[in-house]
């Protein structure tokens, strides 16, 4: 680890944050530096996400992945956001964001401050981590080292490695940090997923400032940090935890939308679940989930505008999915269905959604708060969480059931649907704010 | 994971960046550490030696209790006798 390393790493997530804040405001997301400033945690992810993106669909088509690739395809992602502002008369005025009265500054300030001292103690372990994690040394890194090393999808080292299926944004995000840093440093490169979890907080805390008060705000983000099974693998260097991220932020921004009809959410949230399609398998499903509950709950004069979202996300999709096809590659889905495995399936799944020693009372409170805004507030976000996580949960079940060769246990090295439930619980955080104020506000919309 | 770490540091000192090597595993030996596991080590090298890439007939034999015979003409360059580790060369 060095002063350059991260010195390099650092400079290239400000881009990606750069980027995405082009692209929103391209999209007219903000028109002050205030918002600017209150929305620079989703660019970030939208920046990242977009790379990803456009990167493996240029893999694919064989252009070569070097620095002067990426620092041209930042460039041009850039260009896009600003021409198309200018192209739509966007301009950038003097504003703060609004903080509240003086109660809940405070509140604010407590939350941001708690948080910052738990990053920053992330920031601490993740300089000094070794590479520990079987996925991540087993395909996550060697495939981010390929492209690194090969400066593309390296077909020797791609075509057998376990879990061959999964799309490379990743190890594109993994390859693009080897560059800034100036070398293969596997032990530097957790810095990176240090950044992903500060742009997701960031993300989620501005989406929601204005929508929700802080008092409801911050304990869920705060507690989803520090959940023992997230304490704990927040930096493993695998996709696990930027396809929970991309898919809660999306959901969050989705909800919104549902709410306010602005079509830049729309746009952001398709950026965020093509990048959650293009990151694991099973992000496919939980694009499809999240779209789905939106259609379900939306009124039909919008149904347009999320199909054409939907069609983005497919669009994607495809140059993986080419690929994986062009070289035999199984698609990955679950090759069968065995009913009798799906009362065990079921059983599983909620003992690990619901089990305090992983995710502590998040999945609890959810519920509760769910079941609340059905009741007292805001009943079609409640709809629209509720179809979201059922969704979730039912293809965990579906994992499980489909693929014979999995245990029915919680032990990870048998079962993946520990990881798996980690996108319901990230969702938990971001929604547990929306319903609770919606209760608070005798479901009026905020 | 590795039985020792010196065979991985020894073959990336000594196989070239863009070089090939193989893996042969044989049966775990007393030694070993319980975290050892014969089953990953291959995958565990392929990472942990990239740029450098497998390949079953390359000049390079990364051999863990190894049946040597299976290497005709192969001379050992690096060798821990005791956990029945070497750095096999086959000859150009």
Known sequence: MTERALAGLAALNVAYALVGLSLLWGLRAFRTWGALLRLAGLGYLVGLAAFGVLWTALLVVGVPFGGIGIV????????????????????????????????????????????????????????????????????????????????????????????????????????AAFHAMGGADVVTLHVQFWFVIVGAIGAAAGLL?????????????????????????????????????????????????????????????????????????EGILFAACVLAAAFVVSRPRRWPRLLGASLAVGLAVLPWRIWTARHDISSGTPPSFDTGRIGGALRLSFDVLYSNARWSVLPLVATI???AAAVWGDRRLAGYVGLVAVGLFAGGVWSTVGFPDLAITADESGNPIVRYTGSMVFLAAVAVPLLLSSVWRKGDEP | MLPDQAIAIEARGRIPAHGTFAVAVGPRQPGWSVLADPGSLENYLRYFLLPRRIDPGAPWILCFACDRAAFPGAQPVWEDSAEGLAILRRPP
């Not at chain 1, 008060?213 to 693998?233: I, K, M, S, T, Y």
Request: net charge positive; proline share 7%.
């Open chain 1, 209 to 281: 400032h204005g929508r929700t008060p802080p008092w409801l705000l911050w304990p869920p983000l705060l507690l989803v940090l520090v959940v023992p099974r997230f304490g704990e693998r927040l930096l493993a260097p695998q996709g696990d935890v930027l396809l929970d991220v991309l898919v809660a932020v999306a959901a969050l921004l989705l909800a919104l939308w549902l709410r306010d009809a602005a079509g830049w959410r729309l746009a952001a949230a398709a950026v965020l679940l093509a990048g959650g399609a293009n990151t694991k398998r």
């Open chain 1, 369 to 371: 708060a769910l079941v």
């Open chain 1, 72 to 175: 041209v395809s930042l460039l041009v992602l850039a260009a896009a956001g600003v021409v198309s502002g200018r192209l739509r008369g966007c301009r950038l005025e003097r504003g703060l964001p609004r903080i509240g009265g003086t109660p809940m500054v405070l509140v604010s300030a407590a939350g941001i401050a708690l948080a910052g001292l738990f990053l920053e103690a992330l920031f601490r372990a993740s300089r000094l981590l070794s590479l520990q994690e079987y996925d991540a040394w087993a395909f996550w890194v060697p495939k981010g080292k390929a492209i690194y090393f090969f400066d593309g999808l390296d077909t020797r080292l791609f075509t057998t490695t376990p879990n061959a299926s999964y799309p490379p944004l990743q190890p594109i995000l993994d390859a």
